[in-house]
């Protein structure tokens, strides 16, 4: 199996600050990479798909880049509401694997 | 609108079968090119996929647990289901059901937590 890990597992930034997630997976899978955003006691929602487009009716300050082993999630200013667990995941084949998360907070 | 719910027993007892239905609104099972997913995440830990089906019944399933899990689907009840056999108190989780296409999971239910103890 494809082994996902992302870095940092937590961080805590100021509202307004420029924050970057990283997601590596251990095989190539093109662009087939979505993020999700989990709030305390919520839903995950989608981002992300295809490593760097944007989902409908998510924040253009939240965009992606990267293919094949080497993802990022960058939110360009940071909202007080982002506050959140960030999720990648891999939907190239079975199983469609999640990374372990990153704790966002806000300083 | 597109809603999912899960639905099922919150209390399975260890070595039973852990069985929950989610039912799908808005949208036609049947019509969808979209496959619909299960997705769990015990308490205080991160996701993991579980598996999905096809309207056409056509099934994928994580190798780590597909030797205990069926998911079918009930075209007529616009319904898909979760069988997770011989559970453990390891699969104490919140079970999400979850509407996936070509660019992940999109539409998730609420969640709906089971938990496995005599």
């Known amino acids: 199996d494809t082994q996902m890990t992302q870095s940092p597992s937590s961080l805590s930034a100021s509202v307004g600050d420029r924050v970057t997630i990283t997601c590596r997976t251990s095989?190539?899978?093109?662009?087939?990479l979505a993020w999700y955003e989990q709030k305390p006691g919520k839903v995950p929602r989608l981002l992300i798909y295809?490593?760097?487009a944007l989902q409908s009716g998510v924040p253009p300050r939240f965009s992606g880049s990267g293919s094949g082993t080497d993802f990022t999630l960058t939110i360009s200013s940071l909202q007080p509401e982002d506050a959140a667990i960030y999720y990648c995941?891999?939907?190239?084949?079975?199983?469609?694997?999640f990374g372990p998360g990153t704790k966002v907070e806000i300083k | 609108q597109l809603q999912l719910q899960e639905s099922g027993p919150g209390l399975v007892r260890p070595s039973e079968t852990l069985s929950l239905t989610c039912t799908v609104s808005?949208?036609?099972?049947?019509?969808?090119?979209?496959?619909w997913g299960w997705i769990r995440q015990p308490p205080g830990k991160g996701l993991e996929w579980i598996g999905a089906?096809?309207?056409?019944?056509?099934?994928q399933y994580n190798p780590s647990l597909k030797s205990r899990v069926t998911i079918s689907v009930d075209r007529s009840k616009n319904q898909f289901s979760l069988k997770l056999t011989s559970v453990t108190a390891a699969d104490t989780a919140v079970y999400f059901c979850?509407?996936?296409?070509?660019?992940?999971?999109?539409?998730w239910g609420q969640g709906t937590l089971v938990t496995v103890s005599s």
């Open positions: 095989q190539g899978i093109n662009n087939y």
């Open positions: 089906v096809f309207h056409s019944g056509d099934t």
């Open positions: 995941q891999k939907y190239n084949s079975v199983p469609r694997t």
């Open positions: 295809s490593a760097s």
């Open positions: 979850a509407r996936e296409n070509v660019a992940g999971l999109d539409y």
């Open positions: 808005g949208d036609s099972i049947s019509s969808s090119s979209y496959y």
